[in-house]
């Protein structure tokens, strides 16, 4: 079993240049554990004493927003790491992860992972190009959020044609910012359907407004003397032509 274990070490991207002398002790303290899809992994604000190797499947990263509404920030995938930065930092979780996917991951507790890090100085640095990476998609994400943001605000919503349903596959940054963007399409989506009803409202109330328009100009006129005689000539005019 822990050969297993090994040989998923050795495909984790932050412990693939490790020695397999040191994979070897990790795999006897490493534990495996098993996810049903919609699982939840992490909760955010709890206490963080371990961090966990994706080794199958694929899990999201969520937060929730002022409505208590899911929104989700990340994805990950196999031979990624997540939870490390409550070890590095001390803190509680800064997120919540959930399993999108029948999903296996390898856990490693706080003591292990400190134990490495004395012992290889590359690891460290693993762990900066992995969070360099999830930078620069973060980037990526608000650019684009702010892009949609503006083009709502000018009454453009040709993006939202461009919504992508969340996949296990991850693509380009931009692609994967758009599949992540989900909340905020359904956010613009009910803009747009509060904008389009309102719109209705108003052309009902311009017609309704016209029509009693119309309606007061036409008492009006015919209130009048004037029109009133009119209408008496024109009834003299007709039974004249009638005894004619």
Not at 216 to 238: H, M, P, V
Request: aromatic residues 6%; negative net charge; glycine residues 6%.
């Amino acid at each position: 079993m822990k050969s297993d274990v090994l040989n998923q070490l050795q495909k984790t991207a932050i412990f693939k240049n490790v020695s397999d002398d040191i994979l070897a002790e990790v795999a006897i303290k490493a534990s495996t554990r098993k996810l049903a899809k919609d699982e939840v992994l992490i909760r955010k604000g709890e206490k963080g004493d371990s961090l966990f190797l994706i080794h199958d499947g694929w899990v999201k990263i969520v937060t929730v927003d002022s409505k208590g509404d899911e929104l989700i920030i990340n994805k990950c995938g196999p031979g990624e790491t997540i939870g490390e930065m409550a070890l590095l930092d001390g803190e509680t979780r800064s997120a919540t992860v959930i399993a999108l996917t029948e999903s296996e991951v390898l856990e490693l507790k706080q003591d292990v992972f400190e134990e490495i890090l004395k012992q290889r100085s590359d690891v460290p640095l693993a762990i900066i190009r992995s969070y360099s990476e999830r930078l620069r998609f973060s980037t990526t994400y608000i650019e684009k959020a702010i892009d949609w943001s503006q083009k709502t605000a000018e009454g453009d919503y040709s993006f939202v044609e461009q919504i992508q349903p969340l996949v296990e596959g991850a693509g380009s940054n931009d692609d994967k910012a758009a599949q992540l963007l989900s909340a905020f399409f359904a956010m613009v989506r009910r803009v747009k359907e509060r904008e389009d009803g309102l719109k209705q409202q108003l052309e009902k109330l311009t017609f309704e407004i016209d029509q009693a328009r119309r309606k007061q100009e036409f008492d009006e006129i015919t209130s009048t003397e004037f029109y009133a005689n009119l209408k008496e000539q024109a009834r003299a005019l007709r039974q004249k032509r009638a005894q004619g």
